[in-house]
């Protein structure tokens, strides 16, 4: 191999490549300057494990004990103890109007009419119908007492005929045996005679059978022109359906009708109430449906007077996370009281008992009822302490364990407060 010599203008040629390092290192060492401040802020904030907070600005409650009564905060709407609705059984177009929505009304008295020419058409095809099934009957029964009367004349003249084959049958067989006739003779009346008898046999049985056919044939016409005219009946009370009356006295609350619009079989019209008293309907969250019971007292106020209700009717279905309660009044319903009227009240679950209490807030929502801050002794700071809550009230927790009364503890939002272990009051200045 030759030896290469490297020369000056071999090295002036040359690319220097520039380095990573250099070109990033102002990025790291701005990025690392900046990781520092942040981490000298957290320390300087948290102080470890502890926060300073203005005890001014939070809610601080006692640990009592005391009766606690389970209940749940609803509101409901006052209804008529009795509702009737009005519902098209036919649907049609409204062609009339006789009352207006808030008008009393007696039973019987017309709301509204409604036209319905498919079904004034039906009718008229159903009466062809019956009209024609009808023929067919009469024309049926007249044919069997035609055919009843031609196989009775026929008969008749069997018999006529069988009583003169006889005689000569007769009249032969006695010179046949004085041998003054041929056999041929004999024979040939005895067999006229005898064809006559199988001949009658035959009728007979053929008027039987088609008898017994006819007679079927009839009941089959009656029972299907029967159906018809029960049919015909129904049709013809649809088509009274189209006039909406009254079935009931009352107040016609609401009416769902205006001229010249079509409704269909099945809508709903109207209501008409019974104002004889008054119920309370209310939805109630899901979450209580295996506590709510009948006969569960409930409480409600208005203006200064306290009034009580019982549960009497559960609907078990559930819609949205709701399922529906009645109540009933126990005494005397308020003289004020209105239909559509929201009354806001409170049903107890159960019987009242001594407990241990916690006064409601917002710190629930960020412990679940798994931990509270409680003041330390003296007061100048709180402490994260687990616990374990019960039952609950729109006013308070039950408390099972980790408080005693006469702790006092920090109700209000834990959200500014984070994860720390524990809370310094800073003193006012």
Do not use: C
Request: proline residues 2%.
């Amino acid at each position: 191999m030759g030896r290469y010599t490297l020369t000056i203008g071999d090295i002036m040629d040359r690319i220097i490549e520039k380095s990573k390092w250099k070109t990033y290192r102002p990025y790291a060492f701005v990025t690392i300057a900046v990781m520092i401040i942040v981490s000298a802020m957290v320390l300087s904030a948290k102080g470890g494990d502890t926060l300073k907070i203005d005890n001014r600005r939070i809610g601080i409650s006692t640990v009592e004990k005391g009766d606690f009564q389970e209940f749940i905060a609803f509101s409901g709407s006052v209804v008529p103890i009795k509702t009737y609705y009005l519902d098209a059984i036919e649907g049609g177009r409204v062609e009339s109007r006789y009352i207006e929505a808030g008008t009393f009304v007696e039973k019987g008295d017309k709301i509204i009419s409604l036209a319905n020419t498919n079904l004034l058409l039906d009718i008229m095809y159903r009466e062809a119908e019956l009209f024609q099934q009808s023929n067919n009957l009469r024309n049926t029964k007249l044919a069997m007492q035609q055919n009843r009367l031609n196989i009775q004349s026929q008969i008749l003249d069997l018999d006529y005929q069988i009583l003169q084959s006889k005689r000569v049958f007769d009249r032969n067989a006695k010179l046949s045996d004085k041998a003054m006739i041929s056999n041929e003779a004999y024979e040939s009346s005895r067999d006229d005679y005898q064809y006559l008898i199988k001949k009658r046999m035959l009728t007979l049985q053929s008027f039987e059978q088609d008898s017994i056919y006819r007679e079927v044939q009839v009941e089959q016409l009656e029972s299907g022109l029967q159906r018809m005219q029960d049919n015909m009946g129904i049709v013809r009370q649809n088509l009274d359906n189209l006039v909406i009356t009254a079935p009931v006295s009352g107040q016609l609350t609401s009416l769902n009708a205006e001229i010249g619009e079509a409704k269909v079989r099945g809508e709903r019209l109207g209501q008409i109430d019974i104002l004889d008293g008054f119920k309370i309907i209310a939805p109630v969250d899901e979450h209580f449906i295996t506590r709510v019971q009948l006969n569960q007292p409930a409480h409600f106020s208005i203006g200064s007077k306290a009034y009580s209700v019982h549960l009497n009717k559960i609907y078990p279905e559930v819609v949205n996370g709701q399922f529906r309660i009645e109540l009933g009044f126990d005494e005397v319903e308020p003289e004020d009281i209105r239909r559509g009227q929201t009354i806001h009240m409170r049903l107890e679950l159960g019987n009242s008992s001594q407990a241990i209490l916690l006064r409601r807030g917002g710190f629930y929502q960020e412990t679940g009822g798994q931990w509270v801050y409680v003041l330390d002794e003296g007061g100048a700071s709180a402490s994260k302490r687990k616990v374990k809550l019960g039952r609950q009230n729109q006013d308070v927790y039950e408390v099972l364990e980790g408080l005693e009364p006469g702790d006092k503890v920090i109700t209000s939002s834990y959200r500014q407060f984070g994860d720390y272990e524990q809370l310094f009051f800073k003193s006012e200045s």
